[in-house]
C-alpha cells in the first residue's frame, strides 16, 4: 500500500461545518420533536375550538413556524458555543497531519499520535468539503479535502478507504 501524508489546520469555519454534519440527524429529531410536542400543547389548548379542517391547518403552520424559529435559535447557541470552544483551544486550531499506514489511519497533533484502525472504523461519511470517519456513532475524525495536496493524493486515499473498510460502511459522493 502506498503511504499518503496529508494535513493542515482547522478553521473556525471549518469546526462549525464539521459539527453541523455531525449533528444533522438530531437537529431533525429534534425539529420534529419540538413539532409534535407544539401541536400537542395547541391542541391540547384549543381543545373543541379546531372543529374543522381549515383551523387545523392553521395550527399545524403555526406549530411548524414556531419549530422552524426554535430549531434556528439552538443552532444559532450552537454556533456561538462552537466558536467560542474553537477560539479557546489549541488543539482544534494546532496542525493535523495524517499518514495512511498498513494497520490504519496515523493522525498526528500537538496533543500526541493516534492510530485509527481499519477495522476500528464504524462507517466514512464523504461530503462536499471533508470525508468524516467515524469510529463509533459519536467520535469522527474529520479529514478536510483542502489537506491534500493533489487531487491524485485525494483519489489515491478514497481507493485505500474502499481496500480497508468495507464498502456497506463507506459512503462517497462519487
Not at 426554535?70 to 482544534?92: A, D, E, G, P, Q
Amino acid at each position: 500500500m502506498k503511504e499518503i501524508s496529508f494535513g493542515g489546520k482547522i478553521t473556525c469555519e471549518d469546526f462549525i461545518n464539521i459539527n453541523k454534519y455531525h449533528f444533522k440527524n438530531s437537529n431533525i429529531k429534534t425539529f420534529f420533536a419540538q413539532l409534535c410536542a407544539y401541536l400537542i400543547i395547541a391542541l391540547a389548548i384549543l381543545d373543541h375550538k379546531v372543529t374543522n379542517l381549515i383551523r387545523l391547518i392553521a395550527v399545524l403552520f403555526i406549530c411548524i413556524g414556531l419549530s422552524v424559529i426554535t430549531t434556528v435559535m439552538f443552532n444559532s447557541i450552537r454556533i456561538k458555543k462552537l466558536k467560542c470552544i474553537y477560539n479557546s483551544s489549541r488543539v482544534i486550531k494546532s496542525d493535523k497531519i495524517y499518514v495512511t499506514k498498513d494497520e490504519g489511519l496515523l493522525c498526528m497533533e500537538e496533543k500526541g499520535e493516534t492510530l485509527i484502525k481499519w477495522k476500528d472504523v464504524y462507517k466514512i461519511d464523504e461530503k462536499p468539503d471533508m470525508i468524516l470517519i467515524y469510529t463509533t456513532p459519536i467520535q469522527t475524525a474529520a479529514i478536510l479535502k483542502g489537506f491534500f495536496k493533489s487531487e491524485g493524493d485525494l483519489i489515491e486515499f478514497k481507493k485505500i478507504l474502499k481496500d480497508k473498510v468495507a464498502d456497506k460502511r463507506i459512503s462517497f459522493i462519487d
